[in-house]
């Protein structure tokens, strides 16, 4: 047993409990009844499409019916008039039709109406139909998305075209409507193998949860245990840590649905056309947005229509991919390429630099599907994932040297955060400034711990012009690193320091310098925030300081004060963007888990800050020498969600609907985060610091697989 689980036991006991604990608890969701989908047609229920009038026939064309449908669901509003009947009639392809009904009722309002039906036959998988509603005694909203594919029929109401999607699900008989998660896996990982490269079948997420998983968890505890290991160099450890990181995001690489992670088909579009051309996107709109190629996927995939509905599920039939293939295989010559690259908001105002990192994978893959092409740039994305997590636990050693546990906890605190593992899996170029910013981070507390070096000075010189190409949002490290670089010119300041001070400022100016004679190329301006103003002149809250401070302390604090101006705040921001957003948010921002998850989180994070606190009193006379840095990595996150915050505050209040943060944008602060939860363990005290470390890498561990589950069975249960 021993070498089976060597090295410290604490973290075998607590580790292993916590995570065999949580497990108990996943296989009870896995094994409670929810209600089953034989399948759908992959359209959210977003918009009301159409009104049908008593006596009016709305039709849905070309629609695959799966075997073994015994109920339609229709989502429906009635503006809250009475329900009237509904009946509903699915004419298959060469088959008799089909007839099912729903009763009036007094129920008012929108509601899901599930319309029982004769069960179709077993045999085959599915057949096309079209499927037709006509209310009774008044008139019904139907729901769905407007607009449609080009490979999509409009609705047709009484004969009159409309041009949108009705959402449309298809639900096993009653009586068995009902079916575990546990029994549906089988189901589950054949439909979730559609839509990926060659060689990816049912057998890859049978080996991601049984095999992957339990070496990822194995690893973890492993390595955190033998941590100490008198061999152990610290450089090691940080390449495992890597390693665990990559294993990570690369299962999340086929977790995730293609296109189904925050703006990736428009982070594809820059990949894929500067890749193809050379060229940065286009920023006056002249231009498509998708290649061809492109469009293929996305609506075979029905990326449009699914997005950002938890409801929505994935084409899952055989059938859906065939069709796909069939429409790509009719190009002659294959569909082109390099004919996107028009305006998006979402990447216009971005430079190459992120893209120009994946452009080797892309060329690997050229002229494979575009599916394959999307997996291998997500794994791309993974190694610079893998990147943050090795520079968490070497900035955690900078902060304490020696102390090897310490660090490899807060590499896997990165490493393994669900939501890191999800976005690192995901073509988007936060990854590629949260790198930059990691490897910033480090470089100013080395330099605050050690001094400058040459090296570090020119790698930090070039790394502070690098970080805001990647994305504007490196520009919110500027004032910390600036009050960093003033204490080590306090603190040193011999002719060697300001030599070595005038060298990174030298090496910044020289890469400034060098960026600005590229930039013309790509129609860039030298600064890369949009419209290429200087960073945060454009904010709204350098015009209402006293709203921006009120803005703050409603979205930071769950209470108002009296004397603050209302800001129509409907929820706390703070638990909503970097709680629920930041831990564990899927798909588009759209799968979550239930609420009491990210009470627990909100709950263990708000401990450790207080134990994390209470050791910097306990420590406070060695902060005197200390305080440089220590002052550095806590001002790293506040500076992060403050600029965040300061770019999203208008003056006419808050957004009526929400709030426009994503928790992503929080991973900036990433590494400066994970050193703070790791001193908060080190505050429960030198008994129980390893127990707290152990627990919550166990915690994080089961909160993978179940993310990884939850995410399977809401696109495909």
């Not at 040297?401 to 906890?409: H, K, Q, T």
């Not at 490290?477 to 300001?498: C, E, I, K, Q, T």
């Not at 606190?613 to 406070?620: A, G």
């Not at 440089?628 to 403050?642: G, K, M, Q, S």
Request: proline letters at 8%; one cysteine or more.
């Amino acid at each position: 047993m021993s070498r089976l689980f060597p090295g410290e036991r604490r973290v075998w006991a607590t580790g292993g409990g916590a995570l065999a604990i949580l497990l108990v608890v996943l296989l009870g969701y896995l094994l409670a009844p929810r209600e089953a989908f034989t399948g759908s047609n992959s359209v959210s229920a977003r918009d009301g499409v159409a009104i049908v009038e008593s006596g009016q026939r709305l039709c849905v064309r070309r629609v695959s019916v799966p075997a073994g449908t015994g109920q339609v669901r229709v989502r429906l509003d009635t503006w809250g008039d009475p329900t009237p009947r509904v009946d509903l009639t699915v004419e298959p392809l060469g088959r008799s039709a089909l007839h099912g009904s729903i009763e009036p009722s007094a129920r008012t309002g929108l509601r899901d109406a599930d319309i029982a039906i004769p069960v179709t036959p077993a045999s085959p998988a599915s057949v096309p139909a079209t499927i037709c509603l006509r209310p009774s005694g008044g008139k019904i909203i139907v729901l769905g998305r407007s607009q449609k594919q080009s490979n999509q029929l409009p609705l047709l109401l009484d004969g009159k075209r409309i041009d949108s999607r009705a959402a449309l699900w298809f639900r096993p008989p009653v009586g068995r409507d009902e079916r575990s998660i546990a029994a549906q896996l089988p189901q589950i990982v054949q439909r979730a193998a559609l839509f990926r490269p060659r060689g990816v079948g049912p057998w890859t997420y049978w080996a991601i949860l049984f095999v992957a998983f339990p070496l990822l968890a194995y690893g973890s505890l492993r390595l955190l245990a033998r941590a100490d290991a008198p061999w152990r160099r610290p450089r090691r450890l940080a390449a495992w840590v890597a390693l665990l990181t990559f294993l990570h995001a690369g299962c999340w690489a086929l977790v995730s649905p293609p296109f189904q992670t925050p703006d990736e088909p428009e982070h594809f579009v820059y990949m894929q056309y500067f890749a193809e051309t050379g060229k940065a996107v286009d920023r006056s709109g002249d231009r498509p947005l998708y290649s061809s190629e492109e469009v293929l996927g996305l609506e075979a995939t029905r990326m449009q229509s699914v997005i950002e509905r938890p409801e929505a599920k994935m084409p899952w039939l055989a059938r859906d991919e065939g069709t796909w293939r069939a429409r790509h295989d009719a190009f002659r010559p294959p569909p082109p390429r390099d004919n996107g690259g028009g305006f998006h908001p979402a990447i216009w105002s971005h430079t190459p630099a992120y893209y120009a990192l994946l452009a080797p994978g892309y060329y690997a893959t050229r002229d494979f599907s575009v599916f394959t092409k999307l997996t291998v740039a997500r794994l791309g994305n993974g190694v610079l994932a893998a990147l943050i997590a090795a520079l968490a636990a070497l900035l955690v050693l900078e902060l304490l040297p020696g102390r090897r546990a310490p660090a490899v906890a807060g590499g896997l605190f990165v490493g393994l955060l669900p939501m890191f593992g999800f976005m690192g899996a995901a073509i988007n170029n936060d990854m590629g400034v949260n790198a930059l910013a990691a490897l910033v981070i480090y470089l100013v507390v080395r330099a605050l711990r050690r001094g400058l070096s040459w090296p570090l000075a020119i790698g930090l010189g070039v790394a502070l012009v690098a970080m805001p190409l990647m994305k504007a949002t490196g520009y919110a490290l500027y004032p910390p690193v600036a009050l960093a670089l003033l204490a080590y010119l306090v603190r040193r300041h011999r002719a060697g320091d300001l030599a070595r001070l005038a060298g990174m400022a030298g090496a910044f100016a020289v890469a400034w310098a060098a960026w600005g004679q590229i930039s013309p190329l790509f129609d860039r301006p030298v600064l890369t925030t949009p419209g290429g103003i200087t960073p945060g002149t454009g904010f709204a809250a350098w015009q209402q300081p006293s709203g921006y401070l009120s803005w703050m302390w409603q979205t930071l604090v769950p209470i108002r004060l009296p004397f603050l101006q209302d800001q129509t705040i409907i929820k706390w921001p703070l638990y909503d963007i970097y709680v629920r957003e930041g831990f564990a948010s899927f798909g588009w921002y759209a799968i979550f888990f239930r609420e009491w998850v990210y009470v627990v989180i909100l709950a263990v994070c708000a401990m450790l800050i207080a134990l994390g606190l209470r050791l910097l009193w306990q420590r406070r006379a060695a902060l005197r020498e200390r305080w440089p840095e220590t002052l550095f990595v806590a001002l790293v996150p506040v500076a992060v969600v403050f600029s965040v915050e300061a770019a999203f505050f208008t003056l006419g209040g808050w957004p009526l609907d929400g709030t426009p943060e994503q928790g992503r944008y929080g991973f900036t602060a990433i590494t400066a985060v994970a050193a703070i939860a790791v001193a908060g363990c080190l505050g429960a005290g030198p008994r129980w610091a390893l127990r707290l470390a152990s627990g919550l890498v166990g915690a994080l561990l089961a909160l993978i697989v179940a993310s990884w589950l939850l995410t399977l069975s809401s696109f495909y249960a």
